[in-house]
């Protein structure tokens, strides 16, 4: 049997090579997340519990600064 585009069936793990290059600018995108977040962290005085919420804002707050540029 001849495999048709309609036929095949990617696992989530099989992706597209385009997908697979556009990985190093997600990369920089979550290191700026991760600093933003120890910021908001070490503002807050280095209370731990919040990271799930520190690193939400930091996407909040990337999103907006990236939106104003």
């Known amino acids: ?5 309609s036929s095949i069936r990617l696992g989530p793990s099989a992706q597209p090579e385009s997908v697979i290059q556009d990985k ?9 997340v991760q600093a933003r977040a120890y910021e908001l962290y070490e503002f807050r005085g280095r209370v731990d519990g919040c990271a799930e919420q520190d690193w939400y804002q930091a ?3 990337l999103r907006a600064k990236s939106k104003q540029a």
């Open 1 to 5: 049997m001849i495999a048709t585009k």
């Open 24 to 32: 190093a600018p997600i990369a920089l995108a979550d290191s700026a």
């Open 59 to 61: 996407e909040t707050d």
